[in-house]
């Protein structure tokens, strides 16, 4: 196979971590920003009309998460604009279009990956934000869906929304099942075709193509970088987040540390502590944590300890100070 030329520019996509609902929240974009500096973290997927119509502000993070990127729900070109301009105020580095969600309840509103079967609307919303902000406008889509899985399809959708103004593009190597799988299995089942995407790259030159689906290791975000611009890695990033404290030494730069994941959570103190403060519970944020020791001696002792106390009334530091404890040097 051949092999495309590599840049030694590092493009602020290299490496980022996935998207995911209930996941990556603001807690746990700031955890994982304590091992890497260079990573593009991105928000959970918020809907347009969580951002217009909810009296809760779904924007806000804390500074220190930056880069991060905004992904969006939605299929509506207004909403879809007015909910960029705010994200550019609120500032943020990339405004994500998700074209990848196969829920029941994301189809029902009209977004996520049905909308491959619509690429003229995709391309309309595109060509609305792109004229919208200066910022990159990507979108995070499948290799198929359901029996259009075939890969002209795949090539149609892209050089569709690519004419309206999309540079960038995340591909989960799956297709989706939009009935009969749910999301979990939509995540699983689906066969893996990571070919299929450096196809698209070899096709595409000219585009910036980020791979997505089943990466666990360094070796395979090197490997995918071969033939790709970028890698994204979703649950595995979440479930064992000291994968995160390497990325910054082997993909940006060996001078760089390579983080442990005590590191990470002790640098995390004053952020608790100034969340605590703000009367947030300390559960909300250290369920993100707890897989920093996964594989660990004394990582199970690590999970029981923090998930049977940070829930308590008045719950502080001394839960984390002491979970540690567990934890061999």
Known sequence: MEKPSQSNTLYRGRFSVAPMLDWTTKHCRYFHRQFTQHTLLYTEMITTGAIIHSKYDHLTYHQQELPVALQLGGSNPQELEYCTKLAEKYGYNEINLNVGCPSDRVQNGMFGACLMAKKELVADCIKTMKNTTALPVTIKTRIGIDEQDNYEFLCEFVHATHQAGCNEFIIHARKAWLSGLSPKENREIPPLNYERVYQLKRDFPHLMISINGGIKTIEEIKQHLQYVDGVMVGREAYQNPSLLGYIDNVLFDENLPIISPREAIEKMYPYI?????????????????????????????????????????????????????????
């Open 273 to 329: 502590e100034q969340q605590l403060s703000k009367g947030v519970y300390l559960n909300h944020i250290v369920r993100h944590m707890l897989g920093a020791f996964q594989k660990c001696k004394g990582a199970r002792q690590w999970r029981r300890h923090i998930s049977e106390n940070a829930h308590k009334p008045n719950a502080g530091l001394e839960v984390i100070e002491t979970a540690l404890k567990f934890i061999a040097e």
